[in-house]
């Protein structure tokens, strides 16, 4: 018999039972009849015949047994009965099992989740071809802080100049655009890039049907055209026929080329158009608004590319210091596009996989407790296994069968855990996690499941199980060797369970610490003052398509149409219009020279954001007004240009003056007009809720075309609407009144300013919850610990505890006693976890608004929190040591 | 599910069974019931109980090697298990049976010693 036939044959044996079985039976069936023949020619009856052979046999079932156990992997056979020893063993001890079962699910299933969104997230790369060669390119104002802006047309093309450093060069941005309506239906918005024909070729990306448009289609005056995400043409029907067929695009008819892939996923977008910049004409060096992607030519390097970006950042500011003046530091910069798209989520990712690590140690601290503490209780039973010569590796391996059981069962309800957990907070905060919609049971995530089970079993297994089955000079530890031994308490609370329950406090303390300096964080972003009231308004935005609004009066005309029939809802306050809806779509700022004070040459003038507002804006958003007028109907094409800036604007640029009636205007040109402040209003939160507010100024949209000639800026705004009916039952009338006024435009992001407001805040949010989430369950689990080791150290020395008050100990110095073994683990734990968080705290910095790492308050407030809870956990076991009865325990021995 | 360990058996006995079977196999194929009879002359009835216990050693047998095993037509035109030694277990129940009889010895020096 060849031995991999052997070996085939015991696997089967394993868990086929049933061909061994029959075999076994047709052998001794055989071996039965022919004896039973035999017995029959010797003169026998043929029943008698057969008792005989059959007692000559022996007991058949015997033989089956043994036969079999001659069968099969002896090492996996063990290990099932050790699977079923632990399982009984485990029921015995209901609550033991279903603690750390609890523990366990807890852990894992955090911990899963949180690596399987970072590793998604975070660590899983770009899905272009060679994703580490593609940067992202913008421009830097050290003077402003901003670091990673935009380009301007002509900055594009000293990029692409740039051939020895880049092998491709491409520019987009993200221009909404509405899809005219089938019939009957309404138009509807979509995401879409404008993007040069370099875009595709850069990415490596090539589109699965059709094809990409070329350069040539690229310029001005080309005919239309349009790539569809994979997402949209499946929308549309996913019918490859779509391709050379045209669909309506803000009102002009746009031939489709071809359909991306559906790995494509830049900015979320549905549609890819040409960006179409003119090569003769390049537009305004300072008008900043293109974002580039670029791929570095082969063996290029980061710091290569960085310094090839300086000596050309360098070269610009000595040709064009009216647009780069000195003081504004500006120069042209690079990050990898992993970095641009991911911004700080990896950090935040990073942080909370620290945080969940910190747990998962716990939670193994507090298990390898209990299994410690259970391992003590069947001290009697290991010593009686080891003398009866069970070798310390078989008792090894029946604890950590033990845990690996245990493991199992928990991992199980981890992973239920990870992906409920897990896709719930995607719910609840979406777009927080960049690159990551919903987690699935797949296996990257269970291959992370596992992992984090195995390698936690390993720790809380077999720490303890080494520890127990240790065979000392004398041989095994054996029963009668009790008290409180170095193995539980010790003296200072130091043995080896009270050092676990130490180091579970100290590692809940730094959590505990970063919940609460978040939670501070957050709580005063959401006490921020906005400058505006969100409650009961509701936002969207419109952009009436250039095709269709040629002129500056028509556009003027649709929003002062569209403003006055929402103002004609019942319950409808007041409406209006601006260009930029704080904190949404970000600002754009320009320049503005003041009058009487000319921008002296190779300096910059000041810069403010720049805002337009139709009359209604400021009384929707209760913006106050702090002087002067509000913007009226009044400012219109023929009137003088009037202004608005804010508190902040009206202090900076005429520190103690007045504002109303001074001029400025757009610097460069003197035939440009001036305008003139009419009011001051309150400043607002524009760009985000943590930062300070900046320099704004508003114009009137009717006067817009009077002095900037950018028809992209006077024909989108946002609409606000201050309305007491609610604001969901807006939704409908809102797009009937725009389908009436113009059936090619729809709303894009309709929704009450609330939303706006609470998403502004919500990674924030979403941090301080998971971390508060994963305090509560790093203290309860130190807690747990504490209590359950003080509960075994009181059971494990109710007889001394009854000898020394049979001699007059009084109660209180009892509890005393008992609790205070518990707090000291706790106090010392909470030092060293404290002191641990001052030194790593720092890291917060970035996450942290309004409160510094090393805030005291929040260090003080975590060490009384965690001290009063351990208290609280060591008094419960310690209390029952002062009930001891000294009679009955003595009595027990 | 678990069930008790099946007693073990006599070290000595078991190597003296399957010392018994090796041999009575070396003089040609037998199936389990064969054996058990050879044993039974060769043994002249000492071994005549317990036939049961055949099996499980030439399980253990035949997993060392020392014997195969295949399924053949019996002299009755039945299907039973035939039993061939090795040359390992030829080799074996030569240094068996030179064990055995150093043993043998052994116990009788000390049976008869005073």
């Not at chain 1, 981890?414 to 296996?443: H, I, M, Q, W, Y």
Request: charged share 20%.
């Amino acid at each position: 018999m060849s031995l991999p036939q052997g070996f085939a044959a015991r696997i089967r044996s394993l868990f086929g039972r049933r061909g061994t079985e029959q075999r076994i039976d047709s052998e001794f069936r055989f071996h039965l009849d022919m004896e039973t023949e035999q017995n029959i020619r010797l003169g026998l009856a043929p029943d008698e015949a057969r008792r005989q052979a059959i007692i000559a046999f022996g007991g058949v079932q015997q033989h089956v047994e043994e036969y079999r156990d001659g069968r099969g992997l002896r090492v996996v056979r063990e290990l099932i009965r050790d699977a079923r020893h632990s399982l009984r063993s485990l029921r015995r001890e209901p609550s033991f099992a279903v603690s750390v079962v609890i523990t366990l699910a807890l852990a894992i299933g955090a911990t899963t989740a949180v690596f399987t969104l970072m590793q998604r997230s975070v660590l899983a790369p770009l899905p272009y071809p060679s994703p580490g060669e593609l940067v992202a390119l913008g421009t830097r104002y050290g003077a402003w802080g901003l670091d990673h802006g935009s380009a301007s047309e002509p900055e594009v093309a000293d990029l692409a100049a740039l051939t020895r450093t880049f092998a491709g060069v491409a520019a987009y941005r993200p221009v909404p655009q509405d899809l005219a309506a089938e019939a009957g239906g309404q138009a509807e918005r979509l995401n879409a890039l404008q993007a040069s024909a370099s875009l595709l070729p850069v990415l490596g990306v090539a589109p699965v049907l059709g094809r990409a448009y070329r350069t040539d289609e690229d310029v001005p005056g080309s005919p239309p055209v349009v790539l569809l995400s994979h997402r949209l043409w499946q929308r549309l029907g996913a019918d490859s026929a779509l391709v050379g067929r045209t669909i309506r695009l803000n009102a002009l008819l746009h031939t489709v080329l071809g359909v991306l892939p559906p790995s494509f996923a830049l900015e979320e977008a549905d549609l890819l158009v040409p960006l179409r910049l003119d090569p003769v004409s390049p537009g305004d060096r300072g008008a900043h608004y293109l974002r580039v992607i670029a791929r570095l030519a082969p063996r290029v390097t980061m710091a290569e590319t960085r310094s090839a970006l300086e000596v050309v950042s360098a070269r610009l500011r000595a040709d064009y210091p009216e647009n780069y003046p000195s003081d504004l530091q500006w120069s042209l910069t690079g990050r990898s596009l992993r970095d641009a798209v991911l911004g700080d989520a990896g950090t935040v990712l990073s942080m909370l996989s620290g945080a969940v690590v910190l747990v998962l140690l716990i939670a193994c601290a507090n298990i390898a407790n209990l299994m410690q503490a259970r391992l003590q209780r069947r001290e009697k039973e290991m010593a009686l296994r080891s003398a009866l010569g069970a070798g310390r590796g078989r008792l090894v391996r029946q604890v950590l069968t033990e845990g690996l059981v245990l493991a199992l069962v928990g991992t199980a309800l981890g992973v239920v855990l990870a992906v409920t957990g897990g896709n719930l907070l995607l719910s609840f905060a979406p777009g927080a996690v960049p690159r990551v919609e919903r987690l699935g049971v797949d296996v990257p995530l269970l291959a992370t499941a596992a992992a984090v089970a195995g390698s936690s079993a390993l720790l809380f297994g077999l720490l303890p199980a080494l520890r127990n089955t240790r065979m000392g000079a004398g041989g095994p530890r054996v029963w009668g060797a009790r008290g409180a031994s170095a193995e539980g308490w010790g003296a200072g609370g130091r043995g080896f369970m009270g050092t676990l329950v130490g180091i579970e406090v100290a590692l809940a303390m730094l959590v505990v610490v970063a919940a609460g300096l978040l939670f501070q964080s957050y709580a005063r972003l959401a006490r921020v003052d906005l400058g505006f009231s969100a409650d009961h308004v509701v936002a969207f935005n419109v952009a009436v398509p250039e095709a269709a609004y040629d002129s500056s009066a028509a556009v003027t005309s649709f929003y002062g149409r569209l403003v006055a029939s929402l103002e004609e809802f019942p319950g409808v306050d007041r409406a209006g219009g601006i260009l930029n809806l704080p904190l949404r779509s970000g600002t754009g700022s320009i320049d503005i020279e003041l009058e009487g004070r000319p921008t002296e040459p190779g300096r910059s003038g000041p810069s403010a954001n720049f805002q337009v507002v139709t009359p209604g804006y400021f009384e929707a958003m209760r913006i106050p007004l702090i002087e002067g007028r509000l913007p009226l109907a009044s400012d219109d094409q023929r009137a003088p240009v009037a202004a608005w800036v804010n508190r902040s604007a009206a202090a900076g640029l005429w520190p103690g003056e007045a504002a109303i009636g001074k001029r400025f205007r757009f610097p460069g040109d003197s035939t440009r007009p001036w305008f003139t402040v009419v009011g001051v209003v309150g400043d607002v939160r524009t760009v985000s809720v943590a930062a300070e507010p900046a320099w704004e100024y508003f114009l009137a949209h009717a006067q817009l075309p009077r002095v900037l000639n950018v028809s992209s800026f006077h024909r989108r705004l946002s609409i606000v609407i201050r309305s007491s009916a609610d604001p969901g039952t807006l939704s409908q009338p809102i797009r009937r009144v725009l389908s009436d006024l113009d059936a090619r435009v729809a709303p894009a992001q309709l929704e009450p300013m609330t939303t706006v407001t609470s998403r502004a805040i919500a990674r924030p949010r979403l941090v301080a919850l998971l971390l508060g989430a994963f305090a509560i369950l790093a203290v309860t689990l130190a807690v747990v610990g504490i209590y359950g080791v003080l509960s075994y150290s009181v059971s494990r020395r109710t007889r001394e505890i009854g000898i020394r008050l049979a001699l007059g100990a009084r109660q209180p110095q009892v509890v005393r006693q008992m609790a205070l073994q518990g707090l000291r683990a706790a106090a010392w734990g909470i030092a060293i976890g404290g002191v641990a968080a001052l030194a790593s705290s720092r890291v917060l910095s970035e996450q942290l608004f309004g409160i510094g790492p090393r805030d005291p308050a929040v260090f003080g407030a975590s060490a009384i929190a965690l001290a009063m809870v351990s208290l609280a956990a060591a008094m419960i076991p310690a209390r029952r040591a002062a009930r001891v009865q000294p009679a009955l325990t003595l009595r027990e021995e | 599910m678990a069930r008790p360990p099946a007693a073990p058996q006599n070290d000595a006995l078991r190597g003296s069974l399957d010392l018994l079977i090796l041999k009575a196999l070396s003089l040609g194929p037998l199936h389990g019931w064969g054996i058990g009879n050879r044993i039974q002359q060769i043994s002249q009835d000492v071994l005549a109980a317990n036939q049961g216990s055949l099996y499980p050693a030439l399980q253990r047998l035949e997993h060392r090697g020392l014997i195969t095993s295949e399924w053949a037509d019996s002299e009755n035109n039945r299907r039973a298990r035939y039993y061939e030694i090795t040359a390992a277990g030829r080799a074996a129940l030569k240094t068996e049976v030179a064990t055995w009889r150093r043993f043998a010895a052994a116990i009788d020096v000390a049976l008869d010693a005073r």
